[in-house]
T-cell receptor, first 108, second 115 residues
Framework: RKEVEQDPGPFNVPEGATVAFNCTYS??????FFWYRQDCRKEPKLLMS???SGNEDGRFTAQLNRASQYISLLIRDSKLSDSATYLC?????????FGSGTKLNVKP | EAEVAQSPRYKITEKSQAVAFWCDPI?????LYWYRQILGQGPELLVQ????????DSQLPKDRFSAERLKGVDSTLKIQPAELGDSAMYLC?????????????FGQGTRLTVV
């Protein structure tokens, strides 16, 4: 079983839409959680860390449910520039485990 | 802003040739990672260093891949001989060894094409 599982998409949404991505992780000892964004043929870049209390950064909201081993990312008011692949990442004992990514296409 | 430096950005090599990639992590970052990312997949760890020591190389194909970080700063990843299936993006990342909240910072990657 993969450490981190994500729906690969693609999610095709119109500008202004709200879209949600989900991710599950298999090891309950995982310690910290992140969403990274990766543009085509570029390196992954940190979008936001994810905390049990939930956290928000502008149009982006991330949630963590440790009991269900589930992480989510909500994007409100989607912009064309949000088109990218979103990678769910967990850290356990200083090792980072990546999902395969969820592709988002925001259309005009 | 501090960055992870990688070179070259692109490399085309013939199969059976040797190829090497270089990475200079963010200053002060004790942990250095080499990942391989195949198109459409997430990055997969090849090797992890803590200072100059290898922490995890369980997924490194040691018959053809080698990695070193001699002085605990920059690092080199080598493939010899290259095979067609090695075509991928090779990403270097570094992180502070400051506990569970530390994020990984990535370099721009080396895109390898083996022909």
């Amino acid at each position: 079983r993969k450490e981190v599982e994500q729906d690969p998409g693609p999610f095709n949404v119109p500008e202004g839409a709200t879209v949600a991505f989900n991710c599950t992780y298999s090891n309950s000892a995982s310690q910290s959680f992140f969403w990274y964004r990766q543009d085509c043929r570029k390196e992954p870049k940190l979008l936001m860390s994810v905390y049990s209390s939930g956290n928000e950064d502008g149009r982006f909201t991330a949630q963590l449910n440790r009991a269900s081993q589930y992480i989510s990312l909500l994007i409100r008011d989607s912009k064309l520039s949000d088109s990218a692949t979103y990678l769910c990442v967990v850290n356990r004992f200083n090792k980072f485990y990546f999902g395969s990514g969820t592709k988002l296409n925001v259309k005009p | 802003e501090a960055e992870v430096a990688q070179s070259p950005r692109y490399k085309i090599t013939e199969k059976s040739q040797a190829v090497a990639f270089w990475c200079d992590p963010i200053s002060g970052h004790a942990t250095l990672y080499w990942y391989r990312q195949i198109l459409g997949q997430g990055p997969e760890l090849l090797v992890q260093f803590q200072d100059e020591s290898v922490v995890d190389d369980s997924q490194l194909p040691k018959d053809r891949f080698s990695a070193e970080r001699l002085k605990g700063v920059d690092s080199t990843l080598k493939i010899q001989p290259a095979e067609l299936g090695d075509s991928a993006m090779y990403l270097c990342a570094s992180s502070l060894d400051s506990g569970e909240a530390a994020e990984a910072f990535f370099g721009q990657g080396t895109r390898l094409t083996v022909v």
